[in-house]
């Protein structure tokens, strides 16, 4: 079978563990860059280009990102996803997935619908309604931390403990969640790596930061899930990734100052790089074996059979 990669980094560290992972279960990969896919009606039977792929669709696409953009390239970018799946190929994440993890609003509406312990939070356009959101949370004694919509890596976090001079929207939207102190000197969270609804792997990443990412040098430590002291992080964020209807996801989690775990945010395109530095489990292998056996040869077996 031929699996699409959907990566622009054709050649990255990522790429390269899946496409070994694939190979080494008798498939082939070729990466797609989405930014290079079209929708073209002329084009029979599907109506779809993709690179690399000139006649006979992909087996299976494995969705390792998609490239930020302008609104209007992110949404052709994602309608690519959305097609390939409406023509029956097995997309893993599912653009559905994507799109509700990517916005962390989404996320924190579906992580609650669901019963997932999650931070206090809120989201909205109004500056006013996010100004007395600050008011009435500094008032009763909690900081907040202010998060870009779309954001990822750590990236333009700001921790609010004192009436900011202008109100707290970034991309003119407020997301706004209650700040859970550290529990011991440094800063730390959890990353859990839920592959086909089970938890594979984990790290604890500790800092003298609050914003604990690695990409803003957060120091990745290994922990063991089977361990007592993590399985309730470990059921969460297996609820969590099952709550966004994700193939595979990255949670992170942190602990209330009463110890409670509480999903901070779940990852539809996570990097496993730092993961794979402190476990022994093949990250990619797992991926690739949950997307043939559970994506592919099931659903033809339950269609066979059914
Ligand atoms: N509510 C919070 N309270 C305290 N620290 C937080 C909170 N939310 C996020 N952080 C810290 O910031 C980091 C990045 O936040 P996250 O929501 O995962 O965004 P990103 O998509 O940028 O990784 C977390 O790993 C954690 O260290
Ligand atoms: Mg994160």
């Not at 699996?3 to 790429?15: K, L």
């Not at 690695?214 to 990734?241: F, I, R, T």
Request: one cysteine or more; charged letters at 25%.
């Amino acid at each position: 079978m031929t699996i699409a990669i959907v990566t622009d980094e054709p050649s990255a560290w990522h790429t390269r563990e899946l496409r070994r992972a694939f190979v080494a279960r008798g498939h082939e990969c070729r990466a797609v860059d989405l930014r290079q896919c079209r929708i073209d009606l002329s084009l029979r039977p599907h109506g779809l280009f993709l690179p690399g792929f000139p006649r006979a669709l992909p087996d299976a696409a494995f969705v390792r990102g998609v490239p930020g953009g302008t609104l209007e390239q992110v949404v052709l970018r994602l309608d690519i996803l959305h097609a390939l799946r409406e023509l029956g190929v097995p997309v893993y994440n599912d653009a559905r997935a994507i799109e509700k993890s990517v916005d962390k609003a989404m996320t924190s509406f579906l992580l609650h619908r669901a019963g997932v312990p999650t931070p206090l939070t809120f989201a909205a356009e109004d500056a006013a309604c996010a100004s007395r959101v600050v008011m009435k949370e500094l008032a009763a004694g909690h900081a907040l931390v202010s998060k870009p919509l779309f954001g990822s890596q750590g990236k333009g976090l700001e921790r609010i403990d004192v009436v900011p001079a202008s109100p707290p929207l970034a991309a003119g939207v407020a997301y706004l969640q209650r700040w859970l102190p550290p529990c011991g000197k440094l800063f730390r969270d959890w990353r859990v790596f839920v592959v086909g609804g089970r938890t594979v792997a984990g790290m604890r990443r500790e800092s003298r930061h609050w914003v604990t990412n690695v990409a803003q040098g957060g120091k990745p430590h290994p922990v063991d899930l089977g361990d007592a002291e993590h399985a309730d992080l470990a059921h969460w964020a297996a609820a969590a990734s099952r709550a966004l209807g994700m193939d595979y996801a990255g949670v992170d989690l942190m602990r209330d100052p009463d110890g409670r775990p509480c999903v901070i945010e779940v990852n539809g395109a996570p990097a496993w790089k730092g993961l794979q530095g402190v476990t022994d489990l093949d990250i990619a292998g797992a991926l690739a074996e949950d997307l043939i056996v559970r994506r592919m040869i099931e659903p033809r077996a339950i269609t066979a059979h059914g």
